[in-house]
Every structure is written in structure tokens, then in C-alpha cells.
């Protein structure tokens, strides 16, 4: 149906709406035209016509974090905050050291799978270069 494949195009909610009162049909008058027909003139008709309301649905939040370990050289860790998490060189020294100095550091808050393609660079780069860098993600 047109009016539905819309809302599938636009994502919005339908909602009903009732169309005015409409006079109580008394029947085929003369004139009118047979059984089955209408002419579209003049319809008697009751019926819904729906309106859309944009629906607003916030997207469910993940925490990507880095963990320390004692083996991942700092510059690599740097340059995977730069690369994967489009930070400066300086927020990236920061945010390796908070997470060097306290075991555990927040790289950025994402929806789910900006988030997990986020973790799975870091840990394929880790791999790839045989480091043992842990980046996990964790709802908000
Ligand atoms: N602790 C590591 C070292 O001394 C550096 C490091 C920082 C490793 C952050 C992992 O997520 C990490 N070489």
C-alpha cells in the first residue's frame, strides 16, 4: 500500500486521525449514479487518513575504553587514539597516559556500531603488530 511503503521510506510513526462527522448516508437519491459506483462527486465516504509525526528514537550509547597493559608501546597506543578515534596528538598522549596511569581510559561515545567497528580496528591493528592492546566497548 503507498501510504505504508512511505512510512517505510521516512520512518515515521503513523497516526490515526478521524475524519470530520459525516452526514448519515440516506440511501441512493435520484440522480445518482448505480450500485458499485461512485462517481467521486459527493461521497457520503467515512474512513482514516493518517498523518506522520517524525519519531525521535535516541540511539542506545557504547563507551569504547581502552585497557593498560604492561607490553603496548605508547607511541602505538598514540597513534591508534589519532588514527581510530580522530584525536590530536595531544588529547592522545592525554588519554594514553590516564589509561597507562589508572589501568583503563574512555577513547569516545558512540551508537553501537560506529562503536564496535571502532573496537575491531583497534584490536585487528593490535593483533597485526603483536601487541596485546585491549579495547573493549561497554553500554551507557
Ligand atoms: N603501559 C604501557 C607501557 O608502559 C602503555 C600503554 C598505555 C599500554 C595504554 C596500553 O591502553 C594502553 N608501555
Avoid: W
Amino acid at each position: 500500500m503507498i501510504i505504508n511503503d512511505l512510512f517505510a521510506l521516512t520512518d515515521e510513526a503513523p497516526v490515526a486521525l478521524r475524519l470530520a462527522p459525516v452526514p448519515a448516508y440516506a440511501g441512493p437519491k435520484e440522480g445518482d449514479p448505480g450500485k458499485g459506483g461512485g462517481d467521486g462527486k459527493g461521497s457520503t465516504e467515512t474512513g482514516t487518513i493518517t498523518k506522520t509525526r517524525p519519531k525521535t528514537k535516541r540511539p542506545n550509547l557504547y563507551r569504547v575504553v581502552l585497557l593498560n597493559d604492561d607490553y603496548t608501546p605508547m607511541e602505538f597506543v598514540i597513534l591508534v587514539l589519532q588514527d581510530v578515534f580522530n584525536k590530536s596528538r595531544e588529547d592522545a598522549m592525554q588519554i594514553m597516559l590516564h589509561v597507562h596511569q589508572k589501568g583503563v581510559g574512555e577513547c569516545g561515545i558512540y551508537p553501537y556500531e560506529v562503536a564496535e567497528t571502532k573496537v575491531t580496528r583497534v584490536m585487528d591493528t593490535a593483533r597485526k603488530n603483536q601487541h596485546p592492546l585491549q579495547c573493549v566497548m561497554e553500554k551507557q
